[in-house]
């Protein structure tokens, strides 16, 4: 057999071999110089495992969080493989097979309880066959969150918690987020701190690492494709390896690949880019736009301020507060901002109808196109930061005081001695100042300074002081009469 015949037999066996499986399980990197994610992400990732196995270390927990097919499980892997640790996966199913959130929620809590005491406490569970010696550490892979811990996250703060002095090894938690609140919603930053909870975050692949994964697929599997359409495969996929290389699979099987267009998922849009958009006018709707790009200009004129309002995952009310609590800052023009403000002015109005449901919609219409159109004077793309809305402390201040008041208009009589604006606006600030001063004022004294106690921590945790007597008579006054 001459030389070209047995390379020809080998590229047709090696072809015949992956082409019955997805190419992203046969092309998927063996070791971390194969990795396409950013080395100095490997390195900060693997960091953070060495410390969470020191003895003394207070963060027994990891938190790792980015987009789809950004590299996260691959690079958990690698590193461990390469640091010589035994990898327990949590699959999320029982031993015969049936997936556990077909049971009910106590079923899974015990099944999630018994693998995290299992896998903590006792090597047996490890198959020794699959390891050898030279792997002493260990630690908990958990990429599947169970149903219940989405709808009620408590739930698997308790088991933590229950759990948290007595691990022995890490507990690595792999969180997929296209949304813009992904891991604070399960983890949220008061847990994250009791737990000493470390957290990285993985960036989305850049379109010229895909592109070069992509070439080299190719390579192996004697493919060609033209310029065009791998750069149309590396842009559609949005940072997501494991989309394009499907995609790159699916135009590669087909004849007439110039007739295919690669599926790509739903173009999701976080808060803050979608926020971006209209504070730097990625629109082009105003005279003189920012983006000197004219391929970004070309793709941003078929969107419109609507749908990218949609794609945030907010309300059209919720989206413009973030817009008028920023736009400020991004404005140099007095006459943009009060022609923004008038806006604003007419959306407030909106917003009393009963009928607000309904007129949702027409806040991004009227407020977000505003801020996107009046952009007269050019301001350099910068990194800035981003407020968000005071609104959102006065409501939980509002309704923390609410709270705490119920009693104490039931001690002194309801509505029968005193109505709610008198008690808000007069009887209850001047019980206060009376608290603070010292004076007695029998039992209903001694609730007025639990209260005025209350109050003082609920503004520790609001980033401000507040002042008692000031959210009483300007919420209470105008909520309560």
């Not at 969470?52 to 963060?59: I, N, T």
């Not at 690949?257 to 209209?278: E, H, I, M, Q, V």
């Not at 817009?323 to 007095?334: A, K, M, Q, W």
Request: charged share 25%.
């Amino acid at each position: 057999m001459t030389r070209k015949a047995i390379k020809d037999t080998a590229v047709s066996l090696k072809k015949t071999n992956v082409g019955g499986f997805p190419w992203v399980s046969a092309y998927q990197p063996g070791h971390l110089n194969q990795s396409v994610v950013n080395k100095r992400k490997i390195a900060e990732m693997r960091k953070a495992i060495a410390c969470s196995l020191k003895r003394d270390s207070d963060s027994r927990i990891l938190l790792v969080t980015g987009c789809s097919g950004c590299g996260k499980t691959i690079t958990v892997r690698l590193l461990c493989e390469d640091m010589r640790i035994r990898v327990v996966e949590w699959k999320g199913c029982i031993d015969n097979g049936d997936c556990v959130s077909y049971f009910s929620v106590s079923e899974q809590l015990r099944q999630f309880e018994e693998f995290l005491l299992r896998s903590s406490h006792y090597s047996t569970i490890i198959q020794t066959d699959e390891y050898d010696n030279d792997y002493q550490d260990r630690v908990i892979l958990v990429k599947e969150i169970l149903p219940v811990f989405t709808r009620d996250p408590s739930l698997l703060h308790q088991i933590l918690r229950k759990f948290w002095s007595t691990f022995n090894i890490p507990v690595i938690f792999i969180l997929t987020e296209d949304g813009s609140d992904g891991s604070r919603a399960i983890f949220p930053p008061e847990v994250q701190q009791n737990l000493g909870i470390s957290t990285v975050s993985f960036n989305a692949i850049p379109v010229t690492s895909i592109m070069k994964h992509l070439k080299n697929i190719l390579m192996q599997e004697a493919k060609q494709l033209d310029a065009s359409t791998l750069k149309a495969v590396a842009q559609f996929s949005q940072g997501d390896l494991r989309m394009a290389v499907n995609n790159l699979q699916l135009i590669c099987q087909h004849d007439d690949t110039s007739a295919l267009t690669p599926c790509y998922r739903d173009n999701f849009c976080l808060l803050f880019p979608a926020l971006g958009k209209f504070l730097y006018d990625k629109f082009g709707h105003s005279s003189q736009t920012v983006v000197a790009n004219s391929e970004q200009d070309e793709s941003s004129e078929s969107v419109l301020p609507e749908d990218t309002v949609c794609k945030s995952g907010l309300r059209e009310d919720i989206f413009c507060l973030y817009l008028f609590e920023n736009y400020l800052d991004f404005r140099n023009s007095l006459e943009d901002i009060v022609k923004i403000s008038q806006c604003f002015s007419f959306v407030d109005c909106l917003g009393n109808w009963e009928t607000m449901d309904v007129c949702h919609p027409y806040f991004a219409s009227v407020g977000a196109r505003a801020v996107s159109t009046f952009y007269t004077e050019k301001r350099p793309l910068r990194f800035q930061h981003t407020r968000k809305p005071q609104d959102f402390l006065a409501n939980k201040n509002s309704n923390l005081v609410r709270h705490a008041c119920v009693p104490l208009r039931e001690s002194v009589g309801g509505n029968i001695l005193i109505d709610k604006s008198s008690f808000y606006a007069d009887y209850l600030p001047y019980m206060i100042s009376k608290s603070c001063l010292g004076t007695n004022h029998s039992s209903f004294h001694m609730s007025c300074v639990a209260l005025s106690g209350a109050l003082r921590d609920a503004s520790k945790l609001g980033e401000e002081e507040i002042n008692e007597s000031e959210i009483i008579i300007e919420q209470f006054s105008d909520d309560e009469s």
